[in-house]
């Protein structure tokens, strides 16, 4: 993980961040559409060098969304109760390049199984999600 872009570790909320970004199998993913709306979506991430890769179905509105308008954020789901808010800001793009999503070891790794769950197999998985989307994190707020 990239200290740059977060929280000092030495103290709680920092060290809260690092543990979600490391157990978290969720976040959510804000764009903001061609009328001025918000519209977040649940994603499947993995965190590498300061920033999110997320891999999208081909046909997904949030591509175009990010062509558009590259400023996003992300956030994890709070404990219930309205404490341990994580958001992050940031700059998306579409990436070239990095392997499918099967393919990828740290994705796959994570979410291997699942895949197979949610298209029949994870080569599946791979040709129906197979555009890298790369977040890069400009910033991190929360309590």
Same mark, same amino acid.
């Given at each position: ?22 157990? &978290?199998?969720? /976040?959510?993913?804000?764009? $903001? ?9 649940? $994603?499947?991430? $993995?965190?590498?060098?300061? %920033?999110?890769?997320? !891999? ?15 400023? #996003? ?8 109760? %309205?404490?341990?808010? #994580? ?8 990436? &070239? ?9 740290? !994705?796959?790794?994570? !979410? ?5 769950? /949610? ?7 791979? &040709?129906? !999600? ?6 890069? #994190?400009? %910033? #991190?707020?929360?309590?």
């Amino acid at each position: 993980m990239s200290d740059t872009v977060l929280p000092d570790p030495d103290t709680p909320f920092g060290r809260r961040v690092r543990d979600r970004l490391a157990a &978290e199998r969720v /976040v959510w993913f804000t764009t $903001v559409g061609p009328d001025g709306t918000p519209q977040s979506n649940p $994603v499947w991430f $993995v965190w590498e060098d300061g %920033g999110f890769l997320v !891999y999208s179905l081909t046909g997904a509105r949030r591509l175009s969304h990010i062509q558009d308008r590259p400023r #996003v954020s992300l956030h994890f789901d709070s404990d219930g109760e %309205g404490g341990d808010i #994580v958001v992050f800001s940031g700059r998306a793009r579409r990436l &070239e390049g990095p392997p499918p999503p099967h393919e990828n070891s740290a !994705y796959a790794g994570k !979410y291997g199984e699942a895949m197979g769950h /949610v298209a029949g197999s994870r080569e599946k998985f791979g &040709e129906a !999600y197979s555009v890298p989307v790369r977040i890069d #994190v400009t %910033g #991190v707020r929360g309590h």
